[in-house]
């Protein structure tokens, strides 16, 4: 078994609900995009890629408080990447069961590989498969449908020149032999683009409803367009009811669904309000949330979340209250954060938080994530040290974290969750920094409170220094901490203001 290079673990503590906390990240384990997190009992289990051998397929297990139990390797040696699908980690009886997408040459040769495992992340069996002969798959999301069977869906690539992309859903049993196939195009088939499916919902009526989200390009004509897709079909069969394209205010990108069990959906996509200037890349979304019917009709629909930056969402899942959840990333200008939004079925805000590992100046992204049976979330997904301070020769590391119910990734923060990326905390200046153990922090005269504290804490999330900032500018003077890195935070009572790390040398 590989051992850990990086653990900068910070188990947060318990609170008074027995609430456990994580917040840790890895440098063998995982770093690649889409890792897929599964919570059974008292285990998290995670599949990712390597980012240190990006053929390199790993199943990890950790406790509730972050200690690694169990690391299982599997490389395909004939394989450029292997990408982990972000909703494919399934249990199913005893056995655990995953997807990934093995890429060889390029974007358009690819195949799916699945994987049944015992309890100790033995494999049982696996099988590669190719996809129909009109495109090679891309897999998104994996849902069983009954015991000996389940839905899986994603895209093909179909035409290299166009870069088309076709919405493809298939029924496996679980022997991972096909039952029934299906690849549906877009309606625009005279540009670029075409369908990404993102999402399963089995229904209660027969039916799975699979979407994501759909993009038209032309580059000479400067046409890029994008819209939200969902497309019905009979479970047993695989025919097609409908497929339905929401565009313009109805939607822009990735869309979700859940079966609410009465003939209805409740369904959440984003809806692109601003791109940047001279690009097709958008900068800035709201969340459209509504309810279609079984004809894929919108009954109502509604704004939530937040209205700025850009909300990319993965998932929409309902929590054990009745209430809804998603999490994902808001990318604001200069800024890239992962956070976690709770609503109610109206649409009605509950918390919306913002997450990251130690400095808020780095870039993270939480890609999968899954109630716990205390009504916690675990997340997990890529961390980004972007000022390369924890290593200079690395930057992406595996991350790993969970909140309590009310979204906290803290003992003490029960309150509503406060809007991210507040305009003061890039203001306060923290310099020289690093440092020899003396550092000046100097606070902006509109953003200056009189309950200001700034607190230290090394790398195992002991406090080393606590002291108040009665003006402006004060120092703070770490001599006798051993040369290494920190965590620096300036609080206004419960609240965080500003964090970043600071470097003793």
Same mark, same amino acid.
């Given at each position: 078994m590989k051992q850990l290079l990086v653990t900068l673990f910070l188990v947060l503590g318990f609170s008074s609900l027995a609430q456990?906390?994580?917040?840790?990240?890895?440098?063998?384990?995982?770093?690649?995009?889409?890792?897929?997190?599964?919570?059974?009992?008292?285990?998290?289990?995670?599949?990712? *890629?390597?980012?240190?051998?990006?053929?390199?397929?790993?199943?990890?297990?950790?406790?509730?408080?972050?200690?690694? @139990?169990?690391?299982?390797?599997?490389?395909? *040696?004939?394989?450029?990447?292997?990408?982990?699908?972000?909703?494919?980690?399934?249990?199913?009886?005893?056995?655990?069961?995953?997807?990934?997408?093995?890429?060889?040459?390029?974007?358009?040769? *690819?195949?799916? @590989?699945?994987?049944?495992? =015992?309890?100790?992340?033995? *494999?049982?069996?696996?099988?590669?498969?190719?996809?129909?002969?009109?495109?090679?798959?891309?897999?998104?999301?994996?849902?069983?449908?009954? =015991?000996?069977?389940?839905?899986?869906t994603g895209y093909l690539y179909r035409d290299s020149v166009k870069s088309k992309r076709n919405l493809w859903v298939a029924r496996f049993d679980t022997a991972f032999n096909v039952l029934w196939e299906k690849s549906l195009k877009d309606q625009h088939q005279a540009l670029n683009g075409g369908y990404y499916a993102e999402d399963i919902c089995i229904d209660a009526y027969g039916s799975v409803l699979v979407s994501g989200r759909g993009q038209i390009v032309d580059n000479g004509a400067q046409i890029f367009d994008y819209y939200s897709v969902t497309a019905r079909l009979n479970r047993e069969t695989g025919d097609l009811y409908w497929l339905k394209e929401f565009t313009g205010p109805e939607g822009s990108g990735n869309m979700f669904v859940l079966d609410e069990g009465d003939g209805t959906y409740l369904f959440a996509r984003p809806q692109y309000l601003q791109v940047f200037p001279g690009t097709s890349t958008p900068i800035r979304s709201e969340i459209r949330f509504g309810l279609l019917d079984t004809l894929g009709n919108v009954l109502w629909d509604t704004t939530t979340g937040p209205k700025e930056g850009l909300f990319e969402y993965h998932d929409l899942q309902r929590t054990l209250d009745g209430n809804l959840y998603m999490a994902g990333a808001r990318r604001m200008p200069k800024a890239y954060r992962s956070v976690g939004y709770k609503f109610t079925p109206q649409g009605d805000s509950i918390w919306f938080r913002d997450y990251y590992y130690q400095d808020t100046t780095d870039i993270s992204y939480i890609w999968s994530f899954e109630e716990t049976a205390d009504s916690g979330f675990v997340h997990a997904g890529i961390f980004v040290d972007r000022n390369k301070t924890l290593d200079s020769l690395r930057i992406q590391y595996s991350w790993l974290f969970k909140t309590d119910k009310y979204g906290c990734p803290v003992q003490n923060c029960h309150t509503i969750g406060v809007p991210a990326f507040k305009a003061k905390a890039p203001l306060i200046a923290v310099y020289p920094n690093p440092s020899t153990g003396v550092f000046t922090i100097k606070i902006p005269k509109e953003v200056f409170a009189t309950n200001l504290e700034v607190q230290v804490y090394n790398t195992t999330g002991q406090r080393v220094y606590a002291k108040p900032l009665p003006q402006l500018q004060s120092a703070i003077v770490l001599h006798g901490q051993p040369p290494g890195l920190y965590l620096l935070t300036i609080r206004q009572g419960s609240e965080v203001m500003h964090s970043q790390k600071i470097r003793v040398e």
């Open positions: 456990t906390y994580i917040n840790r990240i890895d440098s063998i384990i995982g770093g690649r995009p889409a890792p897929s997190v599964l919570v059974e009992d008292s285990l998290i289990i995670v599949s990712s *890629t390597s980012f240190l051998n990006f053929s390199e397929g790993q199943f990890s297990k950790y406790d509730f408080k972050g200690n690694l @139990v169990q690391l299982k390797t599997y490389e395909d *040696t004939c394989v450029f990447i292997t990408e982990r699908c972000r909703d494919c980690l399934k249990k199913k009886g005893i056995n655990y069961y995953m997807a990934a997408t093995n890429f060889y040459l390029g974007n358009n040769n *690819t195949e799916v @590989v699945f994987q049944k495992l =015992d309890q100790n992340l033995d *494999t049982i069996y696996s099988k590669k498969y190719h996809g129909i002969k009109s495109g090679r798959p891309f897999i998104n999301a994996l849902q069983f449908d009954t =015991d000996s069977s389940f839905i899986a």
